[in-house]
């Protein structure tokens, strides 16, 4: 049967199962293993990725490539040459790197993030830094391979990895008019919250029991349906799972219960995108999400825009006092707004606030960059790290576990990712003008607790378009432009400084 | 390099990643996963599966293994030479089926095994019944492509392939033993329990979160140990997961405690075998399980033979009532023994008791191996089987959902197996009473609630020889003999026939 292009889908779709069991057995790695199985884990996932890159590096593939190319697909079908062109970009990324090279950088990889988690722990740089010497040149090897076959930069083949279509060329001026409006922004916000009262905390404990049967009850209405996903607990939350079966986590603290309520809504912005993927084209690459900065923007979009939203908290103020009993008054609308929307310098990203969140990424981005390019060592790394920070923060981190260690990545080989966090929050403000306009009563809705409105829109203008459109062509369809980061700001001057 | 042997480990070990993959995924299929996963986990474990084919009957395996053979293993180690051995057994097997008709077969048993759950709910045999037709024809084929291959005649090509070493000819004896030792037995053990005071109920109800802690601990007290375990829930009981990552479920009754915690038990038999596998040949074949007759006898010693023995129901009674306060009589062991050693010809076989289960087994082995010797017609099932249970146990199943159609395994293609749990018991009986011989105390022991004598003992005569010794072979080395079933039948009377 010569029929290249049906060959390569039944190929890619045994690449995807072999992701879709990777993820689940990385969400069992952090929800449900025991601790004496990470080692055998640790096989298991390499296995399947090695066999993963054997399929997509095999010699056939190149040759069902061309001929389905020159042949073209079925009629032209727009998914069909979107999903083969995928599959090049895919085969592409994948022939460039040597076996050795990415099982050297597995290693290395594996070896500095245990390190890492002392080092950490201790604030000790030092005790890392050969290790991350050793990550950043082979994580340089790779970029110099994907530059050659993708005629991309170094750091930008390493960024397409994330995010297809986006270069370091397009992010910076962004980053830098982010960091222009902040410098103003920032202090105004500040001044305007310390002109109003103090919020009032809520009263606590917050049983467990209780927080996860709200978390439910919150992902359920904001549109999980658990035929298909489940909500388990981990130390750090994430997204992961299949699209038929997606798996979110939080974890509950008894003395806020704001956090794994506004982690599950995160949680459950991912999730909702990897079940709106076109079922038609499961595992298959055009079937699969647009890129991390657009996942991003599914996820902050739900908890960002739609679940801090002044109506929405107005809506789950009372919800929660029921839950919880004690006095009424921390729980109005505006008090909530006061405590989960309250702007702080601090030097923790995951810990940070929408506003300043965008200054820990653009530092990330600076400094990555200038690793990946090799204009910077591993050994100035805290250095620049605390003088970028205090530019764009005017605070210095008192210890490293503060600065350059907090964050996995790096010392987990990941270059390339950072950038995605604050596109994606970008695209979300964009996202939401647009469905302001397109859907009367949205806000209306989010008032009553209602997220059918959003959703349903998200559905139609983001997850069933699958990776058949790149991040900038889904946004101009969504919103009638590329990424625009004037509605982010726009959103944060409504929001923070009073419009 | 030329190191065909070393080639072979290292594509075992994947294959054996592979395995270990989908036990996981098979795991979570039954005690995590939301319904609606299940048919992309079905398309994961088929890709998983095709692949570990894939590898195993690979052109070059053949190669690597003559030319292994032919040099042999680095200094004749026994270890590597049983390993060698058995990557020779597994590829011949796999090569054996033609990847059409094991397609054909995994489809039509996945079909046939969805309508036997409509048509046990509804005893309605003549519904599945083309089905089955189907899928023996298949298995029939299967049977006689694996027969070609090893030698063997069709059925026992099928033992072979769930206990190796153990045939048709070595098992019909052994049963029509039992069959006369039953026929005697039986009545005699309703006679002198219909002599005896009836069992005091236990009161109840019993609290899920407190049988769920017990269960716990009688699982630790055996010897797992939950850094390299999980005890969860399921529909149906099982152990699954890996050597390293030990997962085993139970199912909660309020009214009923006795059937968590024997449950929980023989599970913990199961595991505690994969946990004393050698680790060194860990996804290694020779690292694996002797084969399920094995793996049921080490269910069956710790849940028949330790934790149902008196010592142990007298050490354990007085544990239970503290938990579940009430009258202290109805916990006195020779109480919980009356309960939870009660005989009684029933229709059910996971309901049977010790004395009666080999009755439901022999059956369904005659049955089986006249399927698929073509010498049984499938429209003729019922009726042979109503037949064949009538003569054993002196009773009729008043409809199939009690008679043919109650257990999954022929409607999901598998035949062959039912032996195991038999020889499983038998096997059970000659190791402990071996086991009594070898370690002075080991009753004792168990009447202060203590297992290390005994698993200790199995851990060095069972668990640490993998697959390096076949069944008889294990015997044989750790009792002085090979499978005998006197000292099955001598336990049996001791327990139920005073002596």
Request: aromatic share 8%; proline share 6%; glycine share 10%.
């Amino acid at each position: 049967m010569n029929d290249p292009y049906g060959r390569l889908k039944a190929r890619f779709n045994r690449i995807g199962a072999l992701g879709e069991a990777s993820a689940i057995l990385g969400w069992d790695a952090s929800a449900m293993m025991p601790e004496g199985g990470a080692a055998s884990r640790g096989e298991q996932l390499a296995v399947l990725a090695g066999l993963s890159h054997e399929l997509l590096t095999a010699p056939a593939v190149a040759d069902d490539l061309a001929a389905a190319e020159s042949q073209g697909t079925a009629e032209g079908d727009f998914w069909d040459e979107q999903n083969l062109q995928l599959m090049r970009r895919a085969f592409r990324r994948a022939s460039a790197l040597p076996t050795e090279l990415v099982e050297a950088a597995t290693r290395a990889n594996s070896a500095c993030e245990k390190v890492w988690r002392h080092a950490r722990a201790t604030s000790d740089f030092a005790l890392v830094r050969p290790l991350l010497e050793e990550v950043i040149r082979l994580a340089r090897e790779e970029a110099a391979a994907l530059s050659e076959a993708t005629g991309l930069s170094p750091y930008d083949a390493l960024m397409d990895g994330y995010q297809r279509g986006i270069t370091a060329g397009d992010v910076e001026p962004v980053f830098a008019a982010y960091e222009h409006f902040l410098a103003d922004a920032l202090p105004r916000a500040e001044a305007i919250q310390a002109s109003r009262p103090a919020a009032l905390p809520l009263p606590g404990p917050f049983p467990v029991e209780i927080q996860r049967a709200l978390c439910r009850r919150l992902s359920e209405r904001i549109g999980l349906d658990y035929e298909h996903a489940r909500l388990d607990e981990s130390a750090h939350p994430f997204s992961g799972g299949t699209p038929a079966d997606a798996r979110i986590t939080t974890r509950y603290d008894e003395r806020n219960v704001g956090q794994a309520l506004m982690g599950v809504a995160h949680e459950t912005g991912h999730a909702l995108y990897e079940r709106g993927l076109p079922e038609a084209w499961a595992r298959q690459p055009v079937g699969e999400a647009a890129g991390m900065a657009a996942h991003e923007s599914q996820s902050l979009i739900v908890e960002m825009q739609a679940c801090r939203s002044d109506s929405f908290l107005r809506w789950l103020g009372p919800e929660l006092h029921a839950s919880f009993g004690g006095a009424a008054e921390p729980y109005d609308g505006a008090n909530l707004a006061r405590l989960w929307r309250h702007v702080e310098r601090s030097f923790i990203r995951v810990e940070a606030d929408e506003m300043t969140y965008p200054a820990h990424v653009i530092l990330r981005f600076r400094l990555e960059r200038a690793l990946i390019a090799g204009d910077l060592r591993v050994a100035d790394l805290p250095g620049a790290w605390n003088e970028g920070f205090h530019r764009l923060l005017g605070i210095t981190p008192p210890d490293d576990a503060r600065g350059c260690l907090q964050d996995i990545h790096w010392y987990d080989g990941g270059f390339g990712y950072f950038p995605s966090y604050t596109l994606g929050a970008m695209a979300a403000a964009q996202l939401m003008a647009a469905a302001r306009l397109a859907v009367p009563g949205l806000d209306e809705a989010l008032g009553r607790g209602e997220f059918t409105p959003l959703i349903g829109w998200l559905r139609s203008a983001v997850h069933s378009h699958g990776a058949s459109l790149g991040f900038q062509e889904l946004l101009r369809r969504a919103t009638g432009k590329p990424l625009d980061p004037e509605d982010f700001q726009a959103h944060l001057r409504r929001r923070y400084l009073g419009g």
